[in-house]
């Protein structure tokens, strides 16, 4: 059985003060739970703070990006080893804001994978459909053409090693959230395309988040779903209430 996995992306908010709040809220609501994986993403300014903030407790630290290169003059970038540095465990690649905002290709959620892959850090590759390929119904075909591009060359055992996000782009920041069925038609594919391409067996042990406006009214039916292994969490992740109640049903949804 897929351990499930909650990932908060605080995107840009939060002062360092205001941060260091919520992640003792959450400290005081969560620290008994197990057999779940929670992640925190905060900006990077408070990656240190953070990370001493977690230590010993059951929370796991992620940054929101990262470039590919270890070092070099990349003027306000970070790196893998810096992450790794600041104490950081995973580390989200090809969010679609990064992709529709700052350029972030197919090509350059690669390289970045491997960096992280490389230097000890589990990715969260975010892949998804905005609403004008969802209406022409390409879902599939550009799910497919992230994965392989993302993906390639990658070494069958190192699958085990990475998470997919799937993230329908309509669905994020909007209020919107994929139905259950939509979310566990997408989920589905893309472990059949692993299984495809990788074996069963390893298709069967990655780990497929959703994320798109979940919220604790929303989680229980899609971590229902077969293929729904957990959440990338946005707004619902900046409130300490929403953010465990999330954790909280995903662990038990029979409370």
Not at 104 to 120: I, P, Q, R, Y
Request: aromatic share 6%.
């Amino acid at each position: 059985m897929r351990k499930p996995i909650i990932a908060g992306n605080w995107k840009m908010h939060k002062t360092i003060e205001e941060g260091e709040k919520l992640v003792n809220l959450l400290k005081r609501q969560l620290y008994d739970l197990e057999d779940i994986d929670i992640v925190l993403c905060p900006p990077f300014t408070h990656l240190a703070y953070i990370a001493d903030m977690l230590e010993s407790s059951n929370i796991l630290l992620g940054a929101q990006d990262m470039h590919w290169e270890d070092e070099g003059a990349y003027t306000g970038e970070i790196s893998a080893p810096m992450l790794k540095s600041a104490g950081c465990k995973f580390v989200l690649i090809g969010h679609s804001e990064r992709r529709q905002l700052f350029g972030e290709t197919n090509e350059t959620v690669h390289k970045k994978l491997t960096s992280a892959l490389n230097n000890g850090l589990t990715p969260i590759v975010c892949i998804g459909e905005n609403l004008k390929q969802r209406e022409e119904g390409v879902t599939f075909a550009l799910v497919s053409e992230q994965l392989e591009l993302a993906l390639k060359a990658l070494q069958p055992e190192r699958l085990k090693e990475i998470i997919i996000a799937y993230e329908p782009v309509w669905a994020i920041g909007s209020g919107k959230v994929a139905s259950s069925e939509q979310a566990q038609e997408v989920h589905r594919y893309i472990r059949d395309w692993l299984s495809k391409n990788y074996g069963l067996s390893l298709a069967q042990e990655v780990r497929i988040q959703y994320g798109g406006s979940v919220k604790p009214d929303n989680i229980a039916g899609l971590i229902a779903q077969a293929d729904v292994d957990g959440a990338l969490v946005g707004g619902s992740s900046l409130d300490a209430d929403s953010f465990c109640a999330i954790v909280k049903i995903v662990r038990d949804p029979t409370s």
